[in-house]
């Protein structure tokens, strides 16, 4: 999987809430076709800032994000879904009045009308919960449930990149170890996953690459074991996490 | 006392439902209480005016009433161009007005701007129509009685049977159409509207275009049952917004109902209080909804 091209390039990102005040500051990271890419570092690094800018819901200032070699830096993101570019926001990740077939219609409306009951049927054997609770709102879903729905939104276009931010937060330990399984089954059908995480004992045991942002900056960049495996670097930023590294969720 | 006061009621709800429809769409999709939409009531009737006289001219038998009705199809036809008229003067609006204000975040001056834009619109009216009445139909209609002491006119009839068509046809647009799931996506979560895919853009623009045809929709149904001046729209702003709250902010239903007890709770008064306590009917409305239930009949808390 080393040898494949990169799905997902971002090169000296610079972005942030306010002009003037970037939260990024310059960070580039690669994502590759079917592999796990985890961004760690401490409160305040500008991990879910970095995801929602390449999003396009936080203002770039400069930089370059390309999609499997496109420039879709000045993209609505409405028309990076569209192109393969999928976001998992931390909270308020589902439509909570809509009901759980209507979430994932309204993210299969980008696709053409032939295509979408086929994609909602794939998502609904990967997640088949969903399938049962079809008619519920999606307000009245359990944290692990709204979480996996809205993986599930995400995954209808058939995203080359998914990104999720803190997807983790809030769940119990059994419900993090059940969605990280569903993580590794859409990396091996090979699309790119980029993880921003607390959880970094979860994480890691899931990541093929990692990097660590601190202040808005690339800091270290490597593969679990080679990063956790320094206990300087387990100790200042992954906390402590040496023990977890290559193990499985 | 006669039961008439009772139609009548309905006939004023029916026009309040319509232009509280579009105030509620708007307000649950926007999270904008755009105080203009009075003047879109105006212009939409004014519109209709403008553009029923050269197609009356133009196709002579198009201005014969049709049936037992006072307008002929110039006028129908004219209210239809003018609702797709005032959806644009809505959008164009939102472009040179509100949206840039609402990229600054700038909710509050929005609304405090929707003012102006009111005014603004109203004065605008005047100067190209003056404040003369106008009228969409001079005939006489002989009222018909459909039950013990209460008589209505046919174009009372359709006004009612017109409401309830556009706001069932609102209804099932945003309850079972892709359109409507955009819209209600929008309403509840824009950021999270445009990660699942949702040209927000779009939607809002489509938002204030049926918030104006709907609005004009009213406009044209008021015109129908009382003189046309530019202050016809401002007059009637209260109301809507007493029956949109009443109903429960978002709710298409909800704002059927609510314009419906406000009509009648008007009525009512005028037949055992007194016509001077019309007016304060619906601030009576608007202040007891937001004591008791804020978040109206069939609103959602948030």
Not at chain 1, 243 to 248: L, P
Request: proline letters at 5%.
């Amino acid at each position: 999987m080393t040898g494949a091209p990169p799905l997902l390039e971002v090169e000296a990102l610079v972005a942030g809430y306010e002009r003037g005040a970037p939260v990024v500051n310059g960070v580039s990271i690669v994502a590759k076709r079917g592999e796990i890419v985890v961004l760690l570092g401490p409160n305040g690094a500008g991990k879910s800032t970095l995801v929602k800018a390449i999003a396009g819901l936080v203002p770039v200032v400069s930089g370059r994000v390309r999609l499997a070699g496109d420039d879709i830096t000045a993209r609505p993101t409405h028309a990076m879904v569209s192109s393969g570019l999928a976001f998992v926001p931390q909270t308020e990740n589902v439509f909570t009045t809509l009901t759980v077939t209507d979430n994932l219609k309204l993210a299969a409306q980008t696709l053409p009308s032939g295509q979408r009951v086929s994609r909602i049927a794939d998502v609904h054997l990967l997640f088949p919960d969903l399938e049962t609770q079809r008619g519920q709102a999606a307000g009245r879903l359990s944290g692990g449930q709204r979480q996996m729905l809205a993986v599930a939104r995400a995954l209808i276009v058939a995203p080359q990149v998914l990104m999720l931010d803190e997807p983790s937060a809030g769940l119990s330990p059994k419900v993090v170890h059940h969605l990280f399984r569903k993580l590794q089954e859409i990396r091996d059908s090979g699309v790119g996953v980029v993880l921003v995480e607390q959880n970094v004992r979860a994480a890691l045991g899931i990541a093929d690459r990692v990097y660590v942002l601190v202040e808005g900056r690339n800091r270290l960049e490597g593969a679990p074991g080679s990063l956790a495996s320094d206990p300087a670097i387990a100790a200042l930023y992954l906390g402590g996490a040496v023990a977890a590294a290559g193990e499985s969720p | 006392m006669t039961l008439q006061f009772l139609a009548d009621g309905l006939i004023a709800g029916s026009t309040i439902a319509l232009g509280a429809v579009g105030v509620t769409l708007t307000y649950s999709i926007l999270r904008f209480a755009n105080f203009a939409h009075g003047e879109f009531i105006s212009w939409g009737c004014y519109l209709t005016l403008l553009i029923a006289g050269p197609i009356g001219a133009w196709i002579a038998a198009s201005a014969d009433a049709i049936g037992p009705l006072s307008v002929g199809w110039n006028i129908v036809l004219a209210g239809v161009l003018a609702m797709a008229l005032t959806g644009l003067l809505a959008i164009a609006l939102d472009a040179i007005l509100f949206k840039p204000l609402r990229e600054r975040g700038a909710s509050i001056t929005a609304v405090m701007a929707s003012f102006g834009a009111s005014m603004a619109l109203r004065a605008l009216l005047e100067v190209l129509f003056s404040s003369r009445p106008a009228y969409l139909s001079r005939e006489l209609q002989i009222a018909i009685p459909v039950a013990p002491g209460i008589r209505v006119t046919p174009d009372q009839i359709a006004l009612v049977a017109i409401t309830a068509l556009l706001v069932a046809g609102l209804h099932l647009l945003l309850t079972r159409t892709a359109l409507g799931r955009s819209l209600r996506a929008v309403g509840e979560n824009p950021a999270l509207a445009r990660v699942a895919g949702v040209d927000v853009a779009r939607v809002i623009r489509l938002t204030w275009f049926l918030g104006g045809a709907l609005a004009c929709a009213s406009g044209v149904m008021l015109g129908l049952v009382v003189q046309i001046r530019p202050t016809m729209g401002s007059e009637i702003l209260l109301p809507l917004f007493a029956a949109a709250i009443l109903g429960g902010i978002g709710s298409v239903p909800g704002a059927l109902i609510g314009g419906l007890i406000v009509g009648l709770a008007e009525a009512t008064t005028v037949e055992l209080v007194g016509s001077q306590w019309r007016a304060a009917v619906a601030f009576l409305v608007l202040i007891s909804v937001l004591l008791i239930r804020p978040t109206g009949l069939l609103g959602r808390s948030p």
